[in-house]
């Protein structure tokens, strides 16, 4: 069985700073691409930063410069380093991971349970 399990949501001003870290654990053969997706109240969930196993990045244009996606393909765990956060960066964050659980399975879609991060002086 795979869990992510994701955390380090919380209540900051804007301008602030936050760090997300989500780890996948159980009985997986690979890792392609991990992810952090994001649901503001009403709205649909929306993609935030992606990186590959080798390392490729790719960003919402709302969040370049400011968010900073990374992850340790050792521990299987991935990263969101968010700077300068605005009020409109609130939202439940879920971190996404594309896994197999062997060589012979597809790429699989799973998600974390979800982290709040509010922005709010």
């Known amino acids: 069985q795979v869990q992510l399990v994701d955390s380090g949501g919380g209540l900051v001003q804007p301008g602030g700073s936050l760090r997300l870290s989500c780890a996948a654990s159980?009985?997986?053969?690979?890792?392609?691409?991990m992810g952090w997706y994001r649901q503001a109240p009403g709205k649909q969930r929306e993609l935030v930063a992606t990186?590959?196993?080798?390392?490729?990045?790719n960003y919402a244009d709302s969040v370049k410069g400011r968010f900073t996606i990374s992850r340790d393909n050792v521990k299987n765990t991935v990263y969101l380093q968010m700077n300068s956060l605005k009020p409109e960066d609130t939202a439940v964050y879920y971190c996404?991971?594309?896994?197999?659980?062997?060589?012979?399975?597809?790429?699989?879609?799973?998600w974390g349970q979800g982290t709040q991060v509010t922005v709010s002086s």
């Open positions: 159980g009985n997986i053969f690979s890792i392609n691409v």
């Open positions: 990186i590959t196993s080798g390392g490729s990045t």
């Open positions: 996404n991971a594309q896994l197999k659980l062997a060589s012979y399975n597809g790429w699989a879609d799973y």
